[in-house]
């Protein structure tokens, strides 16, 4: 059992002390993508949806979303962001928008969670504020890109590991 961080000797949940850690740069970046109907995509790039402007909306979103991310997931520490940042990038023959979210900070444990909730966020946001006109729209491969800083190293998934969907090295 106490090969997990998040679980004591005797099995109970725990949140992972990080008090003897140093404080480094830490770095993490992830993505999201959401597919939808040709139209649905179109009129979001020509701000057609009555909602408002979609995509800087999510990117609000995401970045709150980063901010909250120890109020969200139960043993994640709240964390001091120094930087997040959401990005989108158009997919056009797929109908697809990749999001691409970054988080930083100066402290003693990582960013990776703070990314992957503002991809995910903002994804979401995109399909709520979409919704009333395609309710088919799919999110899928949330997943960490790289990472940097602290103790256990860098990781970077690789170009051939994206297309698959498996971890980098």
């Known amino acids: 059992m106490t090969d997990f961080t998040h679980i004591d000797e005797k099995g109970q949940v725990r949140m992972v002390d990080v008090s003897e850690k140093a404080e480094t740069v830490r770095t993490a970046t992830a993505e999201a993508r959401i597919e939808m109907k040709p139209e649905t995509f179109r009129r979001i790039y020509d701000k057609e949806i009555k909602k408002g402007n979609v995509l800087e909306t999510a990117r609000i979103a995401g970045v709150m979303a980063a901010k909250r991310t120890g109020e969200l997931i139960p043993m994640c520490h709240p964390i001091p962001i120094t930087h997040a940042q959401v990005d989108f990038l158009p997919e056009p023959d797929t109908h697809t928008i990749r999001i691409s979210a970054t988080a930083r900070t100066v402290g003693q444990t990582g960013v990776e969670m703070e990314a992957l ?8 946001t995109i399909y709520d504020m979409c919704k009333a006109i395609d309710r088919e729209m799919t999110v899928k491969e949330i997943r960490l890109m790289e990472k940097s800083g602290g103790k256990s190293g860098d990781f970077l998934r690789t170009q051939a590991d994206a297309s698959k969907g498996e971890a980098g090295p």
């Open 117 to 124: 909730t503002a991809a995910s966020v903002a994804a979401l």
